[in-house]
């Protein structure tokens, strides 16, 4: 996060706002430790009208590495990455992709949404997430899906 909002969570509440950390990091850009401390008691943001950009991004997020995009472990992002799975899935089984590609593509999905399932557990509460990587050479296949408006329901009803 950046250094104004920052400023502006320590007014919120400066208690919680010691969490957050720029150690390591660029000069400007800071770190709330995790689990956030300005989430209540039942996982809700306190400050979600005053929260930081990368807030607002979540559950996605640009790594270090410079290669991928990470999609947070959270109830939306499984929700978003479960859809895009069967979107990829039904998109190449429409394809001229030998069968045998279509079928590792499906496994390749088929592990990376339960190993991102298996992270939901207690998600909120971890001090550290494993998030999914999204590799950049395919986050024009994700923009299309975001953009498409598809979901599984509808590609469901689109196949059937």
């Not at 994700?142 to 598809?150: Q, V």
């Amino acid at each position: 996060m950046f250094e104004d909002e920052v400023e502006v969570l320590t007014i919120q509440d400066a208690e919680k706002a010691r969490n957050i950390t720029n150690e390591g990091l660029s000069a400007g850009l800071y770190l709330m430790n995790a689990p956030c401390s300005f989430l209540n008691m039942t996982g809700r943001c306190e400050v979600y009208d005053r929260r930081p950009t990368v807030c607002g991004m979540y559950p996605f997020k640009v790594n270090t590495s410079g290669n991928s995009v990470g999609l947070q472990p959270c109830p939306i992002g499984f929700l978003i990455i479960q859809d895009f799975a069967e979107w990829i899935v039904t998109s190449f089984s429409r394809s001229d992709v030998s069968d045998e590609e279509k079928a590792r593509i499906k496994e390749e999905w088929k592990k990376n949404v339960d190993a991102y399932a298996a992270e939901l557990v207690d998600f909120h509460s971890k001090q550290t997430l494993n998030e999914m990587q999204i590799p950049f050479d395919e986050l024009e296949m994700l923009s299309m899906f975001l953009s498409s408006g598809s979901n599984v329901s509808t590609l469901k009803r689109e196949t059937h």
